[in-house]
């Protein structure tokens, strides 16, 4: 092969100074809509917590007040609200750097609420009927209440165990009031939901003390998400 050859042969390729920069410049603009995408679906999660929080104090206080209760209304709309926050706090957690596992739990007690509410507003009324009606059906409509509520309390862990773990993030940032007050309502919420789970309904602590402690955690960590979303 002559010198000739070696003279035309091509040499390695190499992209032009401006296409490199316009591919930078894409892939920046790329980051920043993904980072928006973020921080919104963020933001998001924190309002349908406190709009969950707003709906069981509407129901509860209600109850408390022994006035007509439009459960259909109020559980279809926080079986809507469960359903979006699984799909936001879902998204957030395949995104999030830090706090995966607590986001992780966010999305898995969404996604068991929804299973509860749906139990609530399909099955409770045709039970309590057909137990009325026969009595051998009442302990079959009080073990599909039990159910629900043992999904309940599950879900109220896994907010308390993510209301924790950012408490102790913000406690790390330097906001040691609303850090050491979530942590603190984290870790009740866990623990007396845990132990209605173990020792059940009849055990040492009182049901409405533990669904109180999970809905605080639960209005706490939607402070605290914001928070985190503010300091960035």
């Not at 490199?20 to 924190?46: D, F, P, W």
């Not at 917590?49 to 259909?72: E, N």
């Not at 939901?193 to 409405?208: K, Q, S, T, Y």
Request: overall charge neutral; hydrophobic content about 55%; glycine content about 10%.
């Amino acid at each position: 092969m002559s010198q000739a050859t070696f003279d035309r042969a091509p040499g390695p390729r190499t992209a032009p100074e401006g296409k490199v920069g316009g591919c930078h410049a894409e892939l920046k603009r790329t980051s920043n809509t993904m980072e928006y995408s973020t921080q919104r679906s963020i933001r998001i999660v924190a309002g349908l917590l406190l709009a969950v929080v707003a709906t069981q104090v509407v129901y509860t206080s209600l109850y408390m007040a022994s006035m007509d209760i439009p459960r259909q209304v109020l559980w279809g709309l926080e079986g809507v609200v469960f359903a979006y926050l699984a799909a936001y706090a879902g998204a957030v957690t395949v995104a999030s750097g830090t706090q995966a596992l607590a986001w992780s739990a966010i999305t898995a007690s969404a996604a068991l609420n929804v299973v509860q509410v749906g139990i609530g507003v399909t099955l409770f009324e045709p039970f309590r009927e057909a137990a009325q009606a026969l009595d051998t059906l009442t302990p079959v409509a009080g073990a599909i209440v039990a159910f629900s509520f043992f999904i309940y309390n599950a879900a109220k862990i896994l907010l308390g165990f993510a209301a924790m773990n950012f408490g102790l993030a913000a406690l790390a940032a330097g906001h040691k009031v609303l850090g050491a007050t979530a942590a603190l309502l984290g870790m009740v919420a866990m623990t007396s939901n845990a132990a209605l789970l173990i020792l059940g309904r009849e055990g040492l602590i009182p049901p409405p003390v533990a669904g109180a402690s999970g809905v605080l955690a639960t209005a706490v960590l939607a402070i605290c998400i914001w928070r985190e979303q503010t300091d960035r």
